[in-house]
Antibody, heavy 121, light 107 residues
């Protein structure tokens, strides 16, 4: 059974940094593109970032303006999201999401339960 | 970026009704369109991919169609567990984008 467990969320002040982690199990982590998708309170889903199987290719939503960095450690079956210069607009539940096998890789077949991030002073 | 527009944003229906949700893309996504269901307080789940392919375990009362820029999700004979919010998502090109969601609520 695929399991994706996020951690590292919490309350952070505007302008500060935060690192989210996702521990994956139940599948061959290094064989799949991984993603972060967020959902602001009461709002819809927003794709944040994707990273290829080897980590050699990454993509980000334009709205992030270079503030976030996605990475992975295949030896640890873990996905990360380094968030910097956070603002109120980054307040959301951040989901760790596994892409399905095959191309295109933007089909999301497994989701974690989410890590809540609240940006407030 | 490809903008995804869903309609309606809210849909009121009764158990046993059939409902349809429309998703329009600002440019062609060919057939690379997925549908997700999100129940209150839960993570989304993938229902349908490549426009019309039901994921394993999804009931056959769900169906979907379309191509290019216009897509439809239909639920026949709504069941109590189907009351949820549904999102379309294009995965033809980055950035992958979601529709705003359609909440299917009990009338």
């Amino acid at each position: 059974e695929v399991q994706l467990v996020e951690s590292g969320g919490g309350l952070v002040q505007p302008g500060e940094s935060l690192r989210l982690s996702c521990a994956a199990s139940g599948f061959g982590f290094s064989d799949y593109t991984m993603n972060w998708v967020r959902q602001a309170p009461g709002k819809g889903l927003e794709w944040v970032s994707s990273i290829s199987k080897t980590g050699s290719s990454v993509n980000y939503a334009d709205s992030l303006k270079g503030r976030f960095t996605i990475s992975r450690d295949n030896a640890k079956s873990s996905l990360y999201l380094q968030m910097s210069s956070v603002g109120a607009e980054d307040t959301a539940l951040y989901y760790c999401v596994k892409s399905s096998w095959g191309y295109p890789e933007g089909r999301f077949d497994s989701w974690g339960q989410g890590a809540p991030v609240t940006v407030s002073s | 970026d490809i903008q995804m527009t869903q309609s309606p944003s809210t849909l009121s229906a009764s158990v046993g009704d059939s409902v349809s949700i429309t998703c329009r893309a600002s440019q062609s996504v060919i057939l690379w369109l997925a549908w997700y269901q999100q129940k209150h307080g839960k993570a989304p789940t993938l229902l349908i991919s490549k426009t019309s392919i039901l994921e394993s375990g999804v009931p056959s009362r769900f169906s979907a169609s379309g191509s290019g820029t216009e897509f439809t999700l239909t639920i026949r004979s709504l069941q109590p567990e189907d009351f949820a919010t549904y999102y379309c998502q294009q995965y033809n090109s980055y950035p992958w984008t979601f529709g705003g969601g359609t909440k299917v609520e009990i009338k």
